[in-house]
């Protein structure tokens, strides 16, 4: 999905909810996936910086704030071995920074040799997981309490090594 169509499919779930009483007591939980492509940048697919503009996390987390509604922003960590730690940290921090919900999602091939968590053992999801952990709480100091696997690549194994580890 491309950027404005996210703008655009947040505003109108903002609209709806703030503008109809039908929506009463309902909830919503607006969740964002933090990553870069194999072969991206995070420069514009993270922070989606395009021409004059500034079309991801930053845009989506001023349209929620706007509207007194915080998201959950699912970060893979992993990235950090394509781009460092710095660009993947700065991201995480922002999210965190402004209140926003912040949880560990899984893309491991940057750092680990499997494309999804279903291809790894649990032994080796388990150590996957744990990284991820310690990196997000080393660049916030909060600890996740929620996982998303990326490519909704997960499987028996990817539950237990969660529930191992907290999760």
Request: contains cysteine; hydrophobic residues 45%; charged residues 20%.
């Amino acid at each position: 999905m491309k950027a404005n169509q996210w703008s655009v499919s947040l505003l109108i779930a903002a609209i709806l909810l703030t503008a109809s009483p039908v929506w009463a007591g309902t909830r919503v939980l607006i969740t964002v996936d933090v990553e870069s492509y194999a072969n991206g940048n995070p420069e514009v697919q993270v922070w989606g910086r395009v021409g004059q503009g500034e079309h991801g996390i930053t845009r989506i987390m001023d349209m929620l704030d706007a509207r007194s509604m915080k998201g959950t922003f699912f970060l893979t960590p992993y990235d950090a071995g394509k781009f460092g730690e710095i660009t993947m940290a700065e991201a995480a921090r922002a999210i965190d920074g402004r209140g926003h919900d912040l949880q560990l999602h899984t893309h491991p091939a940057p750092m680990y040799e499997v494309w999804g968590m279903s291809q790894a053992s649990l032994a080796h999801q388990t150590e996957i997981l744990s990284q991820g952990i310690d990196m997000l709480e080393r660049w916030t100091g909060k600890r996740p309490l929620a996982h998303r696997a990326g490519g909704y690549l997960a499987n028996l194994d990817t539950l237990e090594a969660c529930r191992r580890l907290g999760l």
